[in-house]
């Protein structure tokens, strides 16, 4: 089911974009920009994958917020971290998997812009490289870009219930006087 916003546009529509764009351009056929939780990695837009989310515990992306730039992992079935995951060895079969941090103006990571392939790779290429590091700004940008619309709009309720708080008090205080 999809959102809307305030002005009609689907809400997802721009992250959806990122995900098809980022497929395109590493030659994929997943991307995901995902926001991790505590015990739960949600997918916020997706290309290629049908699922809405993942434990955290078996997340790929917690690996790859944990670093600076992007995580690649050519070989899913090389690589130590990852040979008996679900996603791995069960029907998804991911093999191949390159992620870039979002991070949020203060530091924080809040998830990635990553691509999956069900075969091994040998790595990305420079422009696939730069790509993802693009969207995943990008991402974060129109996250950040709705957090201050969220609160942009919780400060106008509350100046509305403001107004009509001290609306009431004159109202009773005129209707008193004599």
């Known amino acids: 089911m999809s959102r809307y916003d305030a ?9 959806d974009d990122l995900t098809q764009f980022a497929a395109a351009l590493c030659e994929a056929p997943v991307a995901l920009v995902t ?38 992992v ?18 998804t079969a991911v093999r191949f998997y390159a992620g870039a941090p979002m991070r949020a103006s203060d530091g924080s990571v809040l998830g ?14 420079p422009l696939q490289h730069q790509g993802l590091i693009v969207l995943a700004r990008a991402a974060m940008g129109r996250l ?20 009509e708080e001290s609306d009431l008090r004159f109202r009773t205080l005129a209707d008193t006087m004599p």
């Not at 050519?74 to 029907?91: H, I, Q, S, W, Y």
Request: hydrophobic content about 35%; glycine content about 8%.
């Open 7 to 15: 002005h009609g546009i689907r809400e997802a529509s721009a992250l």
């Open 35 to 72: 926001l991790l939780e505590e015990e739960y990695q949600h997918f916020l837009a997706r290309t290629g994958f049908d699922g809405t989310g993942t434990p955290r515990d078996i997340s790929f992306c917690t690996h790859a917020v944990a670093t600076d730039t992007i995580m690649v």
């Open 74 to 91: 050519p070989d899913t079935l090389a690589d130590p971290r990852f040979v008996d995951n679900p996603l791995v060895t069960g029907p």
């Open 112 to 125: 990635t812009v990553c691509v999956l392939d069900t075969r091994p790779r040998t790595g990305l290429t």
């Open 144 to 163: 950040d870009d709705r957090r201050l619309a969220r609160e942009q709009g919780v400060a106008a309720a509350k100046s509305r219930r403001a107004l």
